[in-house]
Structure formats: C-alpha cells, structure tokens
C-alpha cells in the first residue's frame, strides 16, 4: 500500500547548524505535503506545507523541498535553535474531498545541543 | 493554546471500564479528526466528522465508539479497551477543504490513555 516514511529516526545537532530531515513519500495522488513538529506533551502543531505542483517553499527559518521524480520530501531548519529540539512529522494528503486526509510518517526525533 | 481543548490529559482504566474522552474547538471549524499516537508508529486516523456527520470510519474496532453532537464538540466513547489500546488519542479540526487549497489540522495536547 501507499505509505510515507522517513529515512532518520533520530538527528543531533549543534545549535546554531543547520538541520535537514528528509522524508520519502510512495502515493503520487497525493496533492499536498504538510511538515508538523510535536515537541514533548503537546499535540502536533503545523511548520510549512507544500503543494505537489511545487518544488520548494520558504518560511521562517524553515525550507520544504519537494522532489517529485523520487517521491522525496525534506525540511530545512536554519540556525538551529534549542527550542527546535522535537519529533518532525511528514504528512501527506490524498484525496478526503472537502476534509484532510493526512498520512503521516513515524517522525523524527530532533535534538540540539547547546 | 491551539484552541483545541481534549480533556482528560491523562486516563487510567480497566479493560471493563466504559470512559469518554472529550474534544472541544473554539476555532469555528466545521471538521473534526480523531487520531491515535502509538509508540514507534505514525499518527492513525480514526475518525472524521463535517458538521457533525461521520465521513470516515477507518477500520475502527466497535470498543471505540466516537460521538459528535455538534460542530464543537468530539467525544470518544471507550468500552472494554484492550491493553494494546493504550496510546495517546489525539483530537484534530480544521475548516472544510476547498478544492485546490491547503490548509492544516490543528491538534489537541492529546490523551495519554493507559489500558490495564
């Protein structure tokens, strides 16, 4: 079946680096990409998304590339700070008609070092 | 504050035990989601309710049984739970998707469910 994975668990970084979590996606219907960060007890809370008819977006501090010829999807996060410190999900929507239809990958860990 | 409220925070219970857990949005949107969070696996989507009709049940076991009264309010209805059914079960809304755009769930703190 259709899933969306990431290929790290677990990213340690220094503060102040710049951190990258890649994602790999298989259900080429779906039509948008949502990156969520979970931080510990609190539900997941929106970072960026992307639309399949892009290849990259820009917000603050954070960058979505969406590469479509390998179903690869990656968050950049700039100047890395402490407060990124938290678990990154990928999502994907496909389909859901007038509601989302999010598949979200198992997450990735994210550690800053001070 | 994401504006949506999911209480309790943290639930104890028999597997004989019947318990409710509760959602409430101040958002104004007509969707609502229930997901599970295991451990070492992705968020499950449950349930989807547009103003106040299921629109997905997703292979769902029956001990779950979801209730949505109204736009703002979510209950999940908890009988005869499964140990393996203790997760955090997280309570998502969002406003109807228009064709073409983006747009974004916005989540509870979840609750933590532990079944013995």
């Known amino acids: 079946g259709e899933s969306v994975g990431l290929h790290l668990p677990t990213l340690s970084v220094q503060e102040g680096d710049n951190s990258i979590i890649n994602c790999a996606y298989s259900n080429s219907a779906s039509d948008y990409f949502i990156w969520y960060k979970q931080e510990s007890g609190k539900g997941p809370q929106f970072i960026i998304d992307i639309r399949s008819n892009m290849d990259k977006r820009q917000g603050q501090r954070v960058t979505v590339l969406l590469n479509k010829t390998v179903k690869h999807l990656s968050l950049q996060i700039a100047a890395t700070q402490p407060g990124d410190s938290a678990v990154y999900f990928c999502?994907?929507?496909?389909?859901?008609?007038?509601?989302?239809?999010?598949?979200f990958g198992k997450g990735t860990l994210l550690t800053v070092n001070p | 504050e994401t504006g949506v409220t999911q209480t309790p925070r943290h639930l104890v219970m028999g597997m004989t035990n019947k318990k409710s857990l509760k959602c409430e949005q101040h958002?104004?949107?007509?969707?609502m989601y229930w997901y599970k969070q295991s451990a070492k696996k992705p968020l499950e989507l449950m349930f989807v309710?547009?103003?106040?009709?299921?629109?997905e049940n997703n292979s769902v076991p029956s001990r779950f049984s979801p209730e949505c009264p109204n736009s703002s309010h979510l209950f999940l209805h908890l009988h005869t739970l499964q140990p393996e059914d203790s997760a955090l079960y997280l309570c998502a809304s969002s406003q109807p998707r228009l064709a073409g755009e983006t747009g974004e769930l916005f989540f509870g703190e979840g609750s933590r469910l532990t079944v013995l």
């Open positions: 999502a994907e929507n496909a389909g859901g008609g007038s509601n989302y239809k999010l598949t």
């Open positions: 958002l104004g949107h007509n969707a």
């Open positions: 309710y547009n103003f106040k009709e299921q629109t």
